[in-house]
């Protein structure tokens, strides 16, 4: 698993936005800078402890517009998006290793680790080469970042 960093633009967005998000108490989870087809767009993806809601992904747009507006970091013309992060979200970054601890995570293998292709389980702790988590029955499994596809919250809707 590779941690995400953000690129060049993504960071000069990054820069500009986190005084106003958390001034309006919203942690940014991702931000990614992408064409699809013919577009750029811009996404901007937000959290909170109480969850997002659309009310609060527009209260966070217009005051992100007008900043990117003023500063103009992106010279091309692109679609802001300013959206939830998910229920379910892949943890990309290394901080968001560090906010979840304690969260129930499912962790996909690069391939089958002791038999085993994913594992769900609590998030005990984290650091630059592994991860632990504490499955159902209480058994701790360490996991090495090497070993690890992707990571993300789990919710169980059964």
Known sequence: MKFKKFGNTEQKVYDLVKPITDEL??????????KEGALWYLRVFIDRDEGITISDCEAV??????????????????????????????????????????????????????GEKEIVGILDSYDKES????????????CLISDIAYVKLYMDFE
């Open 25 to 34: 108490g919203y942690f940014i989870w991702d931000i990614s800078f992408e």
């Open 61 to 114: 747009t217009r005051p992100v517009s007008d900043i990117l507006d003023e500063h103009d970091p992106i010279s091309q013309s692109y679609i802001l998006e300013v959206g939830s992060a998910g229920l379910e979200r892949e943890l990309v970054k290394e901080e968001h290793f560090e906010v979840c601890i304690g969260d129930e995570v499912k962790v996909h293998f690069i391939r089958a680790v002791d």
């Open 131 to 142: 991860i632990c988590i504490t499955n159902e029955n209480g058994d701790e499994k360490k």
